[in-house]
């Protein structure tokens, strides 16, 4: 009879782990948290600390009025990437004082958090437009915090690398800029021509700083940290090394992708190469990813197309890309994270989840699946 009962018990275990390890990740479904309710963190990014998972992103409202940052910063905690604990409001707005940086009502898009080990800090960096200025802006905000989950506070906001040329700085940008340095530009597709370098963005904003708009982090191997971002009217991607804190640019910095309008950037590192995801520039509309690889963080970078295949490979499954997060413990495995934006009712985006694949010449490439799990990297 003991015999019997132990029996029943081990089938009894080996059914809770079938059903666990069959859990499932469906890409562009409502996505619940531990209470039943869409995860509400767009525009994210992923951090890995200590044994667990931390997905922090944009917490949008209902209608129009959720492109505006309402709320602040959310963040969710997960073991295994498929099931999200709510940790609540990582970064608050603030409320009481419409001139602060982040007052109520600002453009506050994209924030990522890097764990510094030497400083033993959680650091927050986010893409910053002022209240009423629309996109002129162009600000990178900083925050910190003791503990992954917050609460953050707000350390400051400006424009990188004031007064710094990049490492391939162009002898053009250093002369002094003309009056046909217009304010703006019009950069994306089928908007021509983009500007040539005689138009010299990059010398108009030398003294006061380069503007910053769609933004990511990367942590390399040897622990420094790199701020990729939008910049030039969105025409030309910066890729800046951070201070040994990572509060602040170090002043090392490159252009790379000079006009071809790349926004939502996200880097990661296979096998000692780089590789970048991103996007053109239309507005809340899809368009066909891009992908980059190169020898070092600062490049060469070299183009190698949309790495999406199959249908709606063009639109990259009707998504943008905002991080790329490497799966703990597992070989070759990369996830990419996208956004669904629903401008018109933000909170209802959704998120396109997918494992990246690698081609025979180590090309990571990503198809569509109307259902996966974790065991695609067994």
């Given at each position: 009879?003991?015999?019997?009962?132990?029996?029943?018990?081990?089938?009894?275990?080996?059914?809770?782990?079938?059903?666990?390890?069959?859990?499932?990740?469906?890409?562009?479904?409502?996505?619940?948290?531990?209470?039943?309710?869409?995860?509400?963190?767009?525009?994210?990014?992923?951090?890995?600390?200590?044994?667990?998972?931390?997905?922090?992103?944009?917490?949008?409202?209902?209608?129009?009025?959720?492109?505006k940052?309402?709320?602040?910063?959310?963040?969710?905690?997960?073991?295994?990437?498929?099931?999200?604990?709510?940790?609540?409001?990582?970064?608050?707005?603030?409320?009481?004082?419409?001139?602060?940086?982040?007052?109520?009502?600002?453009?506050l898009?994209?924030?990522?958090?890097?764990?510094?080990?030497?400083?033993?800090?959680?650091?927050?960096?986010?893409?910053?437009?002022?209240?009423?200025?629309?996109y002129?802006?162009?600000?990178?905000?900083?925050?910190?915090?003791?503990?992954?989950?917050?609460?953050?506070?707000?350390?400051?906001?400006?424009?990188?690398?004031?007064?710094?040329w990049?490492?391939?700085?162009?002898?053009?940008?250093?002369?002094?800029?003309?009056?046909?340095?217009?304010?703006?530009?019009c950069?994306g597709?089928?908007?021509?021509?983009?500007?040539?370098?005689?138009?010299?963005?990059?010398?108009?904003?030398?003294?006061?700083?380069?503007?910053?708009?769609?933004q990511?982090?990367?942590?390399?191997?040897?622990?420094k940290?790199?701020?990729?971002?939008?910049?030039?009217?969105?025409?030309?991607?910066?890729?800046?090394?951070?201070?040994?804190?990572?509060?602040?640019?170090?002043?090392?910095?490159?252009?790379?992708?000079?006009?071809?309008?790349?926004?939502?950037?996200?880097?990661?590192?296979?096998?000692?190469?780089?590789?970048?995801?991103?996007?053109?520039?239309?507005?809340?509309?899809?368009?066909?990813?891009r992908?980059?690889?190169?020898?070092?963080i600062f490049g060469?970078?070299e183009?190698?197309?949309?790495?999406?295949?199959?249908?709606e490979?063009?639109?990259?499954?009707?998504?943008?890309?905002?991080?790329?997060?490497?799966?703990?413990?597992?070989?070759?495995?990369?996830?990419?994270?996208?956004d669904?934006?629903?401008?018109?009712?933000?909170?209802?985006?959704?998120?396109?989840?997918?494992?990246?694949?690698?081609?025979?010449s180590?090309?990571?490439?990503?198809?569509?699946?109307?259902?996966?799990?974790?065991?695609?990297?067994?």
């Open positions: 009879m003991k015999t019997y009962y132990l029996f029943i018990l081990s089938i009894f275990l080996l059914l809770i782990s079938c059903k666990q390890e069959s859990k499932t990740i469906k890409p562009g479904e409502i996505w619940a948290d531990n209470n039943g309710i869409h995860i509400n963190a767009h525009g994210g990014g992923i951090l890995f600390n200590e044994g667990s998972y931390y997905w922090f992103g944009e917490h949008k409202v209902e209608g129009k009025k959720g492109n940052a309402m709320v602040g910063v959310h963040c969710y905690s997960s073991k295994n990437l498929v099931d999200w604990k709510d940790e609540g409001i990582a970064l608050e707005v603030i409320k009481d004082n419409p001139q602060h940086d982040i007052t109520e009502g600002c453009v898009e994209r924030p990522k958090v890097i764990y510094n080990v030497q400083t033993k800090k959680f650091v927050m960096w986010f893409h910053l437009e002022l209240k009423n200025r629309g002129d802006a162009a600000r990178a905000g900083v925050a910190i915090s003791d503990k992954v989950t917050g609460p953050f506070e707000f350390v400051k906001s400006f424009r990188p690398n004031a007064g710094h990049p490492k391939n700085v162009k002898e053009i940008h250093k002369q002094p800029v003309g009056t046909d340095v217009l304010d703006k530009y950069g597709l089928g908007c021509l021509p983009a500007h040539p370098d005689s138009v010299n963005i990059l010398g108009r904003d030398f003294e006061n700083g380069q503007m910053a708009r769609d990511n982090l990367f942590v390399d191997d040897d622990g940290a790199y701020h990729i971002y939008s910049s030039e009217e969105n025409s030309t991607l910066h890729i800046s090394q951070l201070t040994d804190d990572y509060l602040s640019e170090s002043g090392n910095f490159t252009r790379v992708f000079s006009e071809r309008y790349m926004e939502a950037p996200a880097v990661f590192k296979h096998k000692s190469k780089y590789f970048l995801i991103a996007s053109d520039c239309t507005g809340w509309d899809p368009n066909a990813a992908l980059a690889w190169a020898p070092s060469p970078w183009e190698l197309g949309n790495p999406c295949v199959g249908d490979a063009n639109l990259t499954f009707r998504s943008q890309s905002t991080f790329v997060t490497p799966v703990q413990g597992k070989k070759d495995a990369f996830i990419y994270l996208g669904r934006w629903k401008p018109e009712n933000a909170i209802d985006g959704r998120y396109i989840c997918l494992p990246f694949q690698f081609n025979k180590g090309i990571p490439y990503l198809k569509w699946m109307d259902e996966w799990s974790l065991d695609i990297f067994e």
